[in-house]
């Protein structure tokens, strides 16, 4: 390896002209495809694509119309029935009818209610807006006292209307929805009442402007970070140019290495660019701290680069390799748009090592040498001090400082044991964010707007014709008010609902008939007669129906009691010949928070494991690699507990932090120690010590700084998650600083290892 090592050393060093040459046409290459680039934020991605229930789900979207596909628009006057906003909702009415992709459209203003009196039992409630009181007060008490419109168009207390917008489902991806929303934001300015807007089509498009807007939020911060951190630790132009043209090169690489692979840009590949820059910079920070160290030594540019690459290429090798691992290990998770992010995470740091080598030391070999003034200034500094008292601490009390590390993790235990693996979906949004607070009122006010979906089915092994048949609909009516009670769901509709209303005005609104009918041969009638009221609910050949239900935004616990309870309800009651099955997007996208969170652990420990491995063969011992290993814990610990301490929830992207942060930890350590075995060659235990920790720590302080100022930038973000990663990557980091530069070397000074070269 050594030999393999040095040959290409004097390949990039004697040939200078012709690697930049082979850089530039790959960079050129890749570069091509940039301009292909797609996006995809659907949310379905996040879906385990082999799971049966999402399979299920997917199939009775296609089946039944309206599943996910209705933007809940909700709004504040000064009286919602009054005349002159009953006019102002019926040209908002039209308004929002003429927009292109809008399928329908139900208000007050043109919904049709079963009624004993007129000309048809269906009829509007508004053929024209009336200005009498007296007209005004009877549609108000009729649309108040219909259980159908109450938390749906009009809240309990009627001081807050609803209009419901149905979306084309052809129109229902990012691009249609995003174009509908701008229609729809434009009409509102029109009137002035307090809009709030939720509904899935309105989370799905939000959520993704939003992280466009992170996206270019963290864009300019880090830019900035890394030109003040590359400016006041190198000083010199050579210095901030070059690690900027590594991490340049290598987002263009890994963007048109992921076009090229037929790869979208989706809900968590946008983060790629960002985590590339941060993370992509340390190998070259690594080997201009060596190269400028070994050049104010030597005085000479060649040896002095040759020194660097012997002495430095490999440990950056492995720590690329490492830290490629974290991000690697995602691939394991069963969900493809999270393979996705790992794999191509791990090839953007693999392509930033690789540029690092074949840009960085040609450049130097072209360029005239750093002024010794600069060298001076570099060598010396803050920097150094602070080392050198870390140098002093380690030596004056190994003993205390291993035994600290070890009871600081007993400690950090008993906080990882309170971590809440349980998390809300609405939870991803600070307080205060209107999408938010609009979810919240719509809670509070008109019974939640997060689908929940029952589907009854029959099977054939049973006696029951169809969903017509009395058992079926006694069945229905008792589970949806089974459903209606439970605390944290809001409206529930289903077919038994229309049948009451119907029942009820065929016998002259008296309340008394506001019950199943008690024959199948009315409820065919009346399905009959009315089949444009029931098509949302009932499949074509009468086998399956819908129960549609509304739910508070809980966490992933409460949502498996309810869904349980549900079914134990359904197991207990249901006919012979029926099946039930609770869905619903709501419901599935809490499931898939749990299955990546447990398969993101999952990935750490995957990760954990094949690193160690790679120790193993790095220094072809057991006990290096476990010694390699043990001050990395401690940060992993510190990170738990802080979850746990804070009653920060585990959801995805805290998970995913294990995994990732201790690939980019580990990197220090390696650093470390090989620099250690290097230094033991020539001197005793101590003084190897004291030299490797001198030689390394500035590095290792100079990258630890720029990760934690790049993922403190990701705090930036609308998102509670996205600011968490940051945040616990940024304590895991600093923590895995410390205890390199203190733990580890104390360790090695009681255990005295013997390392293989």
Avoid at 681 to 700: E, F, K, P, W
Wanted: proline residues 4%; glycine residues 4%; aromatic residues 10%.
């Amino acid at each position: 390896m050594i030999k393999t090592l040095n040959k290409c050393i004097h390949i990039i060093l004697d040939y200078p002209k012709i690697v930049l040459s082979f850089l530039f046409a790959v960079t050129i290459f890749f570069g091509s495809y940039i301009s292909e680039i797609r996006m995809d934020f659907s949310i379905e991605q996040l879906f385990s694509q082999d799971d049966p229930v999402v399979e299920r789900f997917l199939t009775l979207r296609e089946e039944f119309d309206g599943v996910d596909n209705v933007i809940y628009l909700f709004y504040k006057s000064d009286n919602p029935f009054s005349y002159e906003n009953l006019i102002k909702n019926r040209k908002m009415v039209d308004s929002f009818e003429s927009i292109n992709g809008v399928s329908s459209v139900s208000s007050l203003t043109n919904i049709e209610l079963f009624t004993e009196s007129g000309e048809y039992l269906l009829s509007p409630v508004y053929n024209e807006i009336p200005r009498s009181p007296d007209s005004l007060n009877l549609a108000q008490k009729q649309i108040m006292n219909s259980n159908l419109l109450k938390n749906y168009l009009i809240s309990e207390d009627g001081t807050i209307a609803g209009i419901l917008i149905d979306i084309d489902p052809a129109f229902n991806d990012h691009d249609g929805r995003e174009e509908i929303l701008k229609e729809i934001d434009r009409f509102q300015q029109l009137v002035d009442w307090e809009w709030h807007q939720t509904g899935l089509p309105i989370i799905r498009t939000r959520y993704v402007q939003y992280m466009i807007a992170d996206n270019i939020r963290f864009l300019v911060p880090v830019i900035i970070m890394l030109f003040l951190f590359l400016s006041l630790l190198f000083r010199s132009l050579v210095g901030l140019i070059l690690p900027l043209l590594v991490v340049l090169l290598t987002i263009i690489w890994s963007l048109g290495f992921m076009v090229a692979c037929g790869i979208t840009i989706n809900i968590i590949s946008y983060i790629i660019p960002t985590l590339l820059m941060v993370v992509g910079i340390s190998d070259s920070v690594h080997l201009l701290v060596k190269y400028y160290s070994s050049l104010d030594e030597l005085k000479n540019k060649r040896e002095a680069l040759i020194q660097t690459l012997q002495k430095i290429g490999m440990a950056i090798f492995f720590t690329s390799i490492t830290t490629a691992i974290g991000f690697g290990a995602l691939s394991m998770v069963k969900i493809q748009i999270v393979k996705e992010f790992g794999i191509f995470t791990a090839s953007g740091v693999l392509f930033a090592f690789i540029i690092t080598i074949l840009l960085i030391p040609p450049c130097l070999v072209l360029l005239k040498t750093t002024p010794q003034s600069k060298l001076d200034r570099y060598s010396a500094g803050l920097r150094v001090r602070i080392i050198k008292k870390f140098i002093v601490l380690v030596r004056a009390y190994p003993k205390a400082i291993v035994l600290s590390g070890f009871a600081i993790t007993i400690v950090w235990l008993f906080g990882a044991l309170q971590i809440n693996p349980h998390s809300k979906l609405l939870d991803d949004l600070k307080p205060g964010n209107p999408l938010l607070e609009d979810m919240r009122l719509a809670e509070e006010k008109m019974g939640s707007v997060l689908p929940v979906e029952i589907i009854v089915e029959v099977n054939e092994n049973g006696m029951i014709e169809d969903i017509q048949d009395l058992p079926v609909m006694f069945f229905l009516n008792d589970l949806s008010k089974y459903v209606s009670e439970i605390p944290e769901v809001g409206k529930v509709i289903s077919v038994s609902d229309f049948l009451k209303e119907i029942h009820q005005a065929m016998n002259d609104g008296n309340s008394d008939y506001y019950v199943i009918p008690s024959s199948r041969e009315l409820i065919s009638q009346y399905m009959l007669l009315y089949e444009s009221e029931f098509e949302s609910f009932i499949n074509l050949d009468y086998t399956k129906l819908r129960i549609s239900a509304q739910i508070n935004d809980i966490d992933s616990r409460r949502s498996a009691e309810i869904e349980k309870d549900i079914n134990n309800y359904i197991n207990s009651r249901i006919p012979n010949g029926l099946n039930a099955e609770v869905t619903g997007t709501a419901l599935l996208a809490l499931r898939t928070n749990n299955y990546l969170v447990n398969n993101l652990l999952a990935s750490f420990f995957i990760a954990l494991l094949i690193i160690t491995f790679v120790m193993i063969f790095m220094f072809r011992s057991v006990k290096m690699a476990l010694i390699s290993i043990l001050p990395n814990i401690i940060p992993m610990m510190t990170m738990a507990a802080v979850l746990g301490f804070f009653q920060i929830p585990l959801r995805p992207a805290t998970a995913m932090t294990f995994a990732v942060a201790f690939g980019i930890a580990v990197d220090d350590t390696l650093h470390y120690l090989i620099r250690y075995r290097m230094e033991l060659s020539q001197q005793n235990y101590r003084q190897a010590n004291d030299v490797t920790l001198l030689g390394t720590g500035i590095a290792m302080m100079s990258t630890t700084a720029i990760l934690s100022a790049g993922f403190l930038i990701l705090t930036l973000s609308e998102f509670k998650p996205t600011i968490e990663f940051g945040m616990l990557s940024v304590i895991t980091i600093v923590t895995a600083l410390i205890s390199d530069i203190t733990f580890l070397p104390a360790l090695l000074s009681q255990i005295k290892p013997k390392l293989n070269k």
